[in-house]
């Protein structure tokens, strides 16, 4: 199961560190040949000093056939090399079918671990993904725009992340953006033992001051262009660790 699969990656690598594979192909350096030998650079400077990976799947899909075939080497890559769980930043929302489809494809064909999920079109959106496997449901996302929905529904999407993960227990999570610090800490007392997963950290210039109110939960903080397109991968995932598990841990 993701939750632990996770936990031990943390605990192993003692990290809440998340590498976003957000490998556009318009920004990988030229010494690579392609989107697969790029991120094979990165997970292996990596491999070591996260507790996930997540790949946003918007950019390997537009490229094509080209791009989805970068993508199932991507997952083989992370299977290969680590035990760390996978996390695949879709953000799908349909419903009935459709939601199925997308849950198939990306669990039994893919095998990632988890799936982010958008709950506007409420519990029929995700159901199919939870009788698959873990999902992230986006609760207080990281961008600027965010406020002219999200702010005003979600207590209500985190009341059903919570009747959700009551009927399938530890294979529910929320996206908590870092960019909202005003909702950090009234979310942590309300959201039980939800895991979070949280972006904007890095180049949308979260604060990570914001972990300090995280402490003994199920957390995991994603990191991805300030690290991927880092002059040096290594030294640059390894200073993230470090700043995170300053505020996490100290």
């Not at 199961?1 to 590498?19: C, G, H, P, Q, T």
């Amino acid at each position: 199961m993701f939750l632990e699969k996770y936990r031990k990656a943390r605990d192993k690598n003692n990290s809440i560190l998340v590498v976003g594979l957000d490998s556009d192909i318009d920004r990988i350096p030229k010494k690579f040949r392609n989107i697969t030998e790029f991120n094979e650079h990165v997970i292996k400077e990596t491999a070591d000093l996260v507790c996930a990976y997540k790949i946003n799947i918007a950019f390997y899909e537009k490229l094509g056939w080209r791009g989805y075939k970068a993508l199932e080497e991507t997952v083989e890559l992370i299977k290969q090399d680590t035990k760390v769980p996978i996390i695949l930043d879709a953000k799908r929302g349909d419903i009935g079918n459709t939601a199925k489809a997308y849950a198939e494809a990306y669990f039994d064909k893919l095998k990632v671990d988890s799936v982010t999920v958008n709950p506007y079109m409420g519990r029929d959106a995700i159901i199919p993904f939870l009788e698959k496997g873990h999902v992230f449901i986006l609760l207080l996302t990281s961008n600027e725009s965010a406020h002219e929905l999200e702010i005003s529904v979600y207590p209500r999407v985190l009341e059903l992340s919570k009747e959700l993960e009551r009927t399938y227990p530890k294979k529910v999570g929320i996206v908590v953006g870092a960019t909202k610090e005003d909702y950090i800490k009234k979310v942590s007392h309300e959201s039980g033992t939800l895991p979070w997963l949280i972006p904007g950290i890095g180049t949308q210039g979260g604060n990570p001051k914001i972990l300090e109110e995280l402490k003994g939960r199920d957390i995991l903080v994603n990191v991805s262009r300030a690290i991927i397109f880092a002059e040096n991968v290594r030294n640059t995932a390894e200073e993230f660790r470090e700043i995170l598990n300053k505020y996490y841990l100290g």
